[in-house]
């Protein structure tokens, strides 16, 4: 079980052999690493699925390999998207081992082993969660890290400090942690040691991120939505090729604007950003990592807050209006997205 999708195995994977599994996507939503939050978004799995599956056979279609098998459907049948009568929240794909690094405390802090990963290990998720940049909308972390001087002008190829909005003259790859107990962000250089990945195989996920954004910005295009950015997964199945795994071009994974307004899950994000519950949860995080604690979650006096209602209707009409958009098929009886951000815009939502 995940804080949004849980995981059903159908067959195990071994060392030398992938496994079956299945995303049950749920109408759950976390924001800030946080988990589960109080309330539900309807719709929000089964749209969630659908850009997902429709991305894979997107990414398929360039050669691009993948772990999607299928979608499967209210009769228990795996098939296509464009097969599929009905929405659905359930997809099947092939499974790989998730190997953990070690954590231990040394001086006070906490650390990870990752000393199991090997240019030899095959099978596995990559133990990385990789993102491109193609612009830095309000709220993007880039600019919170150029402010607290963790990132350089240099690092970022920019020739000028950017403003929020900024579209970026090419792509920004970024890397950070997959499997620690909070994201932590990684020079490339740390990236390719704690993974094992061989100098090759790292120009290889390079190339395959840039590959995906480009895919990613067409089913965009087509939708009138900007991709502004977006996290990828990948693994190495059991002959050590590159895969893309976990999923991909949805609401929840990419950032996309409409008319500079946030169509993803920035709309949960920028209500909470505000609140005391979120402040809470920054200094926990800072304070964990300055003295070693492992859960930051236990620091934090408060639980999360439940949206507005009105908010958490928009939200949800959001996700199905976006999933009817970028997979050109009406799966959803919603009203059109440019109406439903209208009233999102209006309503004075977005921020507390």
Known sequence: MGSVKDLEVIRR??????GIGRFHFS?????????????????????????GAYCFERLEGKGIRTHYRGLVD??????????????????????????????????????YD??????????????????????????????????RGLLT?????????????????????????????????LSWEEAQRISGLTDGELEEVKGLLLRIDETI?????????????GKVELAFDPQRELMVVDVVGTLDECRFTYDGLHVSKEMARAYYRGTEWAREVEEAKRRAAAEGIRD????????????????????????????????RRAMFDVPKLPDILREYGECGLGEK
């Not at 109408?27 to 850009?51: H, N, Q, T």
């Not at 209210?74 to 464009?82: A, E, H, K």
């Not at 359930?90 to 040394?106: C, G, H, Q, S, T």
């Open 217 to 229: 910005t067409e089913m965009a295009e087509g939708a009138g939505l900007v991709n502004e950015d």
């Open 296 to 327: 930051w979650r236990g620091l934090v006096g408060r639980g999360p807050p439940k949206l507005d209602p009105r908010l958490r209707r928009i939200i949800s009409q959001v996700y199905m209006s976006a999933a009817n958009l970028l997979t």
């Open 74 to 111: 209210s009769n228990g049948r795996v098939v296509r998207f464009d097969e599929l009568e009905r929405p659905t929240n359930v997809m099947e794909f092939d499974l790989v081992n998730v190997y953990k690094p070690r954590a231990y405390i040394e001086g006070g802090r906490l650390k």
């Open 153 to 185: 002008l240099e690092e970022l190829g920019l020739d000028h400090y950017p403003r929020a909005g900024e579209r970026l003259p090419k792509p920004i790859f970024d890397v950070s942690t997959k499997l620690e107990e909070g994201d932590r962000y």
């Open 13 to 18: 994977p071994t060392r030398e052999e992938m």
């Open 27 to 51: 109408d759950r939503y976390s924001v800030f690493d946080w988990g589960e939050m109080p309330d539900l978004i309807d719709g929000k799995g089964a749209a969630l699925c659908l850009m």
């Open 114 to 147: 990752y000393g199991i990963f090997t240019p030899s290990l095959r099978n596995f998720l990559i133990p990385l969660e990789i993102m491109y940049r193609n612009g830095l909308p309000e709220g993007s972390s880039i600019l919170k890290r150029l402010e």
